[in-house]
Nanobody
Framework: QVQLVESGGGSVQPGGSLRLSCAAS????????MNWFRQAPGKEREFVAR????????TYTDSVKGRFTISRDHAKNTVSLQMHSLKPEDTAVYYC?????????????WGQGTQVTVSS
């Protein structure tokens, strides 16, 4: 079992920054690709970013490229999402999820989510 707990959400004005964190406990953290998803009100959940178990490979959805950076700290068993130049359309509940392989479409574990609101 892996437990995932997100933190760092909040309210910010357009153009601002936030840093989300996902703390993992349980099985070996480095075994898992870590993913960030988000779900806006009335919309389907969408992929945001992922990072490989080693941290050497990352992938982003086009809408966040150049603004968001995913990273992981194996010593602390955390994965972070640094978000800059936030836009109102980034408003959503953000979830971290663990998957066994890099391009897996199945996710073994999910966090409870953290709200990000971008509004003036």
């Amino acid at each position: 079992q892996v437990q995932l707990v997100e933190s760092g959400g909040g309210s910010v004005q357009p153009g601002g920054s936030l840093r989300l964190s996902c703390a993992a406990s349980g099985r070996t953290f480095s075994d898992y690709t870590m993913n960030w998803f988000r779900q806006a009100p009335g919309k389907e959940r969408e992929f945001v970013a992922r990072i490989s178990g080693s941290g050497g490979r990352t992938t982003y959805t086009d809408s966040v490229k150049g603004r968001f950076t995913i990273s992981r700290d194996h010593a602390k068993n955390t994965v972070s999402l640094q978000m800059h130049s936030l836009k109102p359309e980034d408003t959503a509940v953000y979830y971290c999820a663990a998957s066994g392989t890099y391009y897996s479409i199945e996710f073994d574990y999910w966090g409870q989510g953290t709200q990000v609101t971008v509004s003036s």
